[in-house]
């Protein structure tokens, strides 16, 4: 799917911001991150930024690393839990995320898709309510 480099290195469209290396003048020449982002999406405007600037992003697949999340695997009754107990987190996080994906839709690509993320995110939202109404019937 990637181009490959004469040194064995991928040619990709953004790198994974859980880790990536750059030089500082090379990071500063974009804008460094946006600062209207959080948490999502920051990967995919810094490789829009190099790309407008002639700047290519590359992966190593002989390096990897392990990213660990907070998160961990939880198991249907823990999943459950979260849903009844935690709901407004899991709405927030939602929240973050399709505003982040909006923000990117809007200012890097012109607002393509937009009304199609919105409509993603309203389905999204309700699944969400009926995970949490379920999660309150299987609890009793």
């Known amino acids: 799917k ?11 469209p953004a790198v994974p911001g859980s880790f990536f290396v750059a030089k500082n003048e090379l990071f500063r020449s974009i804008g460094y991150f946006d600062e209207n982002l959080f948490l999502y999406c920051e990967e ?3 490789g ?16 990897y690393y392990i990213h660990e999340h907070r ?7 823990q999943v459950m839990h979260n849903y009844k ?6 709405l ?4 973050i995320l399709f505003n982040s994906r909006l923000y990117v839709l809007e200012k890097y690509y012109d607002g393509k898709y ?4 919105k409509t993603i995110n ?6 969400l309510y009926m995970k949490h109404l379920l999660s309150i019937v299987v609890a009793k």
């Open 71 to 77: 998160s961990e695997r939880f198991d249907n009754a």
């Open 114 to 117: 937009s009304n199609k993320l």
């Open 122 to 127: 309203k389905l999204n939202i309700g699944l």
């Open 85 to 90: 107990y935690e709901f407004q987190k899991v």
């Open 48 to 63: 829009l930024k190099c790309k407008k600037v002639n700047l290519k992003c590359l992966i190593d697949p002989s390096i």
């Open 92 to 95: 927030n996080n939602n929240s």
């Open 2 to 12: 990637y181009k490959a480099t004469k040194d064995g290195t991928l040619l990709v």
């Open 44 to 46: 995919r405007v810094i």
